[in-house]
């Protein structure tokens, strides 16, 4: 058994290198807070979490307060009974999804770390399979967003996300025919409106893009309307993918018994980490339903795991791992790379095989609780 002894929580800021726009507004930030869990036998695991206020309710001065208190309901707790440390944080603590998943994270990276694996042979990953992330165009100007999008374009990005959601949805119809027609007929595109629309505009706006050839529309509508989800789906000649309307495993179940969506775009940060994570992709894939996994503004430590947990799952076939690269600075050592083709890879160390550069973390005040 190896008792928890210490666990450190560091709140920590990277500015972007221009603002992210979603249809909920701007981000000029990455907000990440850093948990450590160390453990008697001398080492410890880090995992991170980039709250979105929008989306998980959830701030970092709130992160920082919820996890102080989880970190006390576990100190002491033997590190390897991951399952019995999540369902703790889960009973005495609604939501918070995002500071849990930061503490699961670092589980998850201790444990694999205690035998010696890297994290994707812990959870019985594929070495071999190819990953490689979209870039996200924001929501700007059309014109704008044209530059973008040819610019990504060059740069070689297999695909493009485009950032949608602005009512009329008119405005998102001429965008997304400016960027096809730029781009080429043949380049694959996504959107995501972000829960932007509602369904009369979602409606007319996605039967206006058929002919575009759209991959898929993310959460096109308000996430909990599932009615009108489910009639949206139905009419849409576009497959619908959820993402804020699937937090949770249970969420999952929902959706997709009620055939809602066609897709889900599965999160750490907003399912609450791996653990509950491993769910969601059990039940889509016993739907024989395929996933997208996505990110908020986390840096490569968090993407890091992230790409090990898409190793373990043959259905997770969309990869939307390009925060990192909107970030001014990369203060983490080891971790995944993106190369040329913005293909992602990861190293055999083990755990996750990344860490925050210790000068970088003295910047920032930590909270340091022992037991």
Request: charge should be negative.
């Amino acid at each position: 058994m190896a008792k928890i002894n210490k666990i450190k929580i560091i709140p920590i800021k990277i500015p972007l290198n221009e603002p992210f726009i979603i249809s909920k507004g701007p981000l000029t930030e990455a907000t990440i807070t850093v948990v450590q869990i160390y453990c008697d036998e001398g080492l410890y695991g880090i995992g991170e979490c980039c709250p979105y206020r929008t989306i998980h309710g959830e701030t970092q001065e709130g992160t920082v307060a919820a996890a102080q208190n989880i970190a006390r309901l576990i100190l002491g707790l033997d590190v390897t009974r991951i399952r019995r440390i999540v369902q703790i944080m889960d009973q005495s603590l609604a939501g918070n999804a995002s500071i849990k998943g930061a503490f699961d994270m670092a589980l998850y990276d201790l444990n694999a770390k205690l035998v010696g694996l890297p994290l994707y042979q812990y959870l019985n990953g594929d070495p071999d399979k190819r990953i490689e992330t979209d870039m996200t165009v924001s929501l700007m100007d059309s014109d704008k967003m044209v530059e973008k999008a040819i610019q990504y374009k060059e740069e070689g990005f297999p695909v493009l996300k485009i950032k949608l959601g602005q009512r009329p949805s008119v405005k998102d119809v001429d965008r997304m025919k400016a960027i096809r027609q730029a781009t080429g007929s043949d380049y694959p595109l996504r959107i995501d409106a972000n829960q932007g629309w509602n369904l009369t505009q979602a409606t007319s706006a996605l039967k206006e893009m058929e002919h575009l050839s759209i991959e898929h529309c993310e959460a096109p509508i308000y996430s909990q309307n599932l009615i009108h989800l489910k009639t949206l789906r139905d009419r849409s000649p576009i497959p619908i993918m959820g993402d804020e309307s699937v937090f949770t495993h249970k969420d999952a179940f929902q959706v997709t018994a009620l055939e809602c969506i066609d897709l889900i775009n599965i999160k750490l940060g907003k399912s609450g980490g791996i653990c509950h994570a491993m769910k969601i992709a059990s039940i889509a894939e016993a739907q024989d339903m395929d996933c997208q996994v996505g990110s908020f503004s986390e840096s490569r430590l968090g993407i890091t795991a992230l790409v090990h947990f898409s190793m373990a799952w043959d259905h997770i076939k969309y990869f939307d791992m390009d925060s990192p690269l909107m970030h001014t600075e990369d203060p983490v050592i080891g971790g995944m790379q993106y190369h040329s083709d913005w293909s992602i890879t990861v190293e055999d160390e083990p755990g996750i095989g990344a860490d925050y550069d210790p000068d970088f973390l003295k910047r920032f005040d930590s909270i340091t609780l022992t037991g």
